[in-house]
């Protein structure tokens, strides 16, 4: 993996890392190693990000140095481009309750990033094909989550890729993040993973879930909003409980600033989901060209545990003896 450093007049040349470690989707950051003999001041010095040529999505900010002199080492750390999307903010327009959108994806994507990157990140002149009917964002999310959000309604995910800057007649064009909308792939239909693959999974069938949540919102005492969700065996969530006695586990949701009982009841089933029961596999995958918000299958052969779930994380090491991982997680 070549990993290119990139200053404002261009590019400066290949990084030689002692050691990388790149999170995207959880934590979106990175942490570059150098070994203190290799470290080369005044080439990083001018570097303002960085790529992996030919990764599409692994690169990221540089905006922190350290070093040590008890380990002899210089550690580059900053976002990946969607930590970079955390630190913005969609806000409704001025007057508005909710910022509230509706169009082709792609044309929504460049309303939204605008110029809050300058022209750092683009978004291009085409049709993404995704339509996007009336689409309500949160008040006050981070722009990473909006649009995630938003084009899960649709079946769709981002695609977020480093376009390396070139030049023409000896004009210099910089280098963009490129953003767009695109389906989610199913790999689950022609491809399912198990241990006879040698593939490392963890398995988890977490039966310990809320299934009835009763939901908070404005008012006191006895005036006091209330709404009673269950989630049923299959983790299907509506107003009706299924599940009775022993195996009832109930939980409060306080929501205390909700604006209306459509709000609170929105809130609550968000809510009961990251609480119900749930099954996850954790699938160590090296040779698939997925990204995070493709689905994926698998079975763990011990317990019987099968399932088809999203990529969420996408985990790029490089050790210090040069060996190159690329773990596509799934699941908590």
Known sequence: MELIAVGADGELGTLNVRALDVDIGKTNDFELTFSASDWGSDFLAQADHWYAYGYAEIGGRILSIQSSTATKQVKLTGPTWRGMMEKKVIEPDAGMDYKI?????NDILREIIGQRFGSFFQVPNTKSGVTIKSYQFKRYCTLLDGLVEMLYTQ???????????????GVYTAGCVSVRAVPIIDYSDTIEYSQDGKIDFTAKDYRAGV?????????????????????DTSGTISKTQTIFGVDEVAAVYDYSSAESLEELEKGGIQRLRELSNYKSLKIGLNEIDAQIGDIVGGE???????????????IVKIDTKGKLTITHKVGD
């Open 155 to 169: 079946n769709a995910k981002l695609e977020i890729q480093y376009t390396p800057g070139y030049y023409d007649s």
């Open 300 to 314: 763990e052969q011990i317990t019987g545990i099968s399932m088809k779930t999203q990529i969420t994380n996408i």
């Open 211 to 231: 299934n009835h949540l009763i939901c908070l919102g404005t008012g006191e005492l006895a005036e006091r909003q209330v709404i009673h969700l269950y989630a």
């Open 101 to 105: 959108v509706s169009g082709d994806a």
